[in-house]
Nanobody, 126 residues
């Protein structure tokens, strides 16, 4: 089964940018066959889907990040990225990378993904 390791979290001022990375390893299947996604969670709230990218690099986003965040993947590096621009006070959370073979899409919710990274913290200061 694929293993995921996130990096790139940190603290940034409101309006700033961060790039999160998620490196995959350990799978006998080609990384390119996986549907990848980013979720985020704050204490006391449910885990929220942020963006997903399928094996054909089609993407979708939750409305609150549309136009500000960009998910991308480089299959040769077994890595998926989340470029976060114009960060807002409502964006701070633990951000998790997730993977699944099928089905693909944020509509499945967190239960639709069977592999998770350990998370990386994003903080936004005003």
């Amino acid at each position: 089964q694929v293993r995921l390791v996130e990096s790139g979290g940190g603290s940034v001022q409101s309006g700033g940018s961060l790039v999160l990375s998620c490196a995959a390893s350990g799978s006998e299947l080609m990384y390119s066959t996986y549907c990848m996604a980013w979720f985020r969670q704050v204490p006391g709230k449910e885990r929220e889907g942020v963006a997903d990218i399928d094996r054909d690099s089609r993407t979708s986003y939750v409305d609150s990040v549309e136009g500000r965040f960009t998910i991308s993947r480089v299959n040769a590096k077994n890595t998926v990225y989340l470029q976060m621009n114009s960060l807002r006070p409502e964006d701070p959370a633990m951000y998790y990378c997730a993977a699944v073979i099928f089905p693909c899409g944020l509509y499945t919710g967190p239960r639709g993904y069977n592999t998770w990274g350990q998370g990386t913290q994003v903080t936004v200061s005003s």
